[in-house]
């Protein structure tokens, strides 16, 4: 999450740059994703999204908030920066103002069914025009794919661990049925044993070792 620095008064933050450094700000921070320059398009920009955001609400800017609906634009122009095209000077004006529109319009939405305000923490929907996962959702699933591949890791060492402690011949059956897939007749014959002895061998050996898998991820080994 971005830092969101706080706003001071709407007056203060009427005062701000052309629009070709506002759409500079924007291009940049979309090619780096970098915290110091989305700080530095907030402070370029806040003003005229503050601006506009009290434009938009017009007599319902009383009954909402609108430092923290320029707060919940800004998440979304970090979240969704891929979906802005500096086509021209204007562009990052557009953009925002029709992100800023609406949000201002779904605050205005909930206020009249009596849902609560939207916080900064909450699900914020996309204003924008890339429908593709922000960087949020891309890092949280990035995040579950690298412990769901050390989950795995974990789990084949426990196993490697588990199948070491069989007895050789437990070993021998297990890797001639489930590893090499013969037959029970065909891997009794490399064996040197009859069949039904061979089944049962393999399936005692598949017990033993499912419970010290059982013993080891439940922490007694």
């Not at 979309?30 to 398009?41: H, N, P, Q, S």
């Not at 579950?144 to 050789?168: I, V």
């Amino acid at each position: 999450m971005p830092r969101v620095v706080a706003l001071t008064s709407p007056q203060a933050c009427l005062d701000y740059p052309a629009d070709p450094h506002l759409t500079a700000h924007m291009a940049r921070f979309r090619e780096t994703r970098a915290a110091a320059d989305f700080d530095a398009l907030y402070c370029a920009a806040r003003g005229s999204v503050l601006a506009w955001v009290l434009q938009v609400a017009g007599r319902e800017a009383r009954a909402l908030d609108p430092f923290e609906l320029v707060q919940d634009t800004f998440v979304n122009i970090f979240r969704y920066a891929e979906g802005f095209r500096p086509d021209d000077a204007a562009s990052f004006r557009r953009w925002a103002r029709t992100i800023a529109g609406n949000v201002v319009r779904r605050a205005l939405r909930n206020r009249c069914a009596g849902v609560p305000t939207q916080r900064l923490d909450a699900t914020v929907h996309s204003e924008a025009q890339d429908p593709r996962p922000g960087p949020a959702e891309g890092l949280l699933a990035g995040e579950r794919a690298a412990e769901l591949r050390r989950t795995y890791a974990l789990l084949l060492a426990l196993h490697g661990a588990a199948y070491a402690d069989l007895a050789p011949r437990d070993r021998a059956a297990l890797q001639l049925i489930e590893v090499e897939g013969l037959a029970y007749r065909a891997a009794a014959e490399r064996l040197g044993l009859g069949l039904s002895n061979t089944k049962m061998i393999v399936f005692r050996a598949r017990q033993r070792l499912a419970q010290r898998l059982a013993r080891a991820l439940s922490g007694e080994a």
